[in-house]
């Protein structure tokens, strides 16, 4: 049965990702892809994403340490970047596994307590989700004059607009929220599963109460922050690649990068679907024709995604040349 699941792991998301793929793209004139790859796109852009992209993880491991000090864990900052790397790739195949993987990582090569990483990676999520949830709120409450001077100028009410809908977009918006749900209760079962014992509940607490504890609260902030600012300058810049995104501006941005970080809570591999879905749907409410935000979704999904996987391919080596042996966590120093 344990083997199954494991299968039913992999094969689900994959399979429900590549059908909202396939839904999305079934009548999609793949030659406009070759000419933007080609000779339309502009690929400075694109590349000046790429530190945005790294930094935001840099950023994260560097939160995590800070995190994990007042617990007596003190990781080495390579060991932890890559750790990091190794995650997001890692849940390109299987979504959510970088979660465990990356406190697996540091038990592995520099003995940190796997329970007490686990609890951090909790804290780190819960922090996450209030400032995301912050971001959305303003960033929707500043865009309700933008979406009724739109629906003003068009003539097109916000009826008509959700009647663009067809019954299968209905579905794919259905089943993305259930699972987002279903994964919200997954992730708090698993949890819950892991706090069997007295001693795991009390490192995973200390895990969640760190924070508290932090040296340099301010310090903890600015990485906060900047994750997310980083996340979203990787993805706002990829908007100058394209002539139909280019003059959208900031407000536009904002609203795309959102919902798609909400979209990518669907278990898929890196949100393929439901994110090409989210950030297609919230271009077309600014003007921009379905096929071009097709585009824009697929060409900007695949090749950070394709970011991800060569982090994760020079985390594993980076591992393997740096740590020829794993250190003992009683010569840990910070």
Known sequence: MSRLHSILRIVLPLFLGGAILWWMYRGFDWATLQRALTSEMNWTW?????????????????????VLRP???????HTSINAIF?????SLAVPRVGEVLRCGVLKRYDGVSFSRGLGTVV???????????????????LQIPVFVEF???TGVSLTGFLARFTTTGWLVTAVSGV???ATGAYLLRRYELLTRTRSIVKELTEGLLSIREVDGKGVFLFYSVAIWVCYFLHFYLTFFCFASTTDLGLD??????????????????????????????????????GDEGALFALIVHTVQTLLVAVLGVYAVAALAIGHTQPKLHSTLNS
């Open 46 to 66: 694109m590349w000046l994403s790429f530190p945005f992209g790294i930094l935001a993880q840099v950023f994260r491991a560097l939160r995590w340490r800070q």
């Open 71 to 77: 617990l007596g864990e003190h990781p080495r900052l």
């Open 86 to 90: 190794l995650s997001y790739a890692s």
């Open 123 to 141: 804290t780190e999520r819960v922090v996450d989700m209030v400032i995301i949830g912050l971001l959305s709120l303003v960033v929707f409450v």
């Open 151 to 153: 629906f003003e100028q």
């Open 179 to 181: 699972l987002i749900l």
């Open 252 to 289: 536009v941005a904002l609203v795309a990068f959102i919902v798609g970080t909400f979209a990518v809570l669907v278990p898929t591999p890196n949100g393929a679907g439901p994110w090409h879905f989210a950030v297609k749907t919230v271009l077309m409410l600014y003007g921009v024709s």
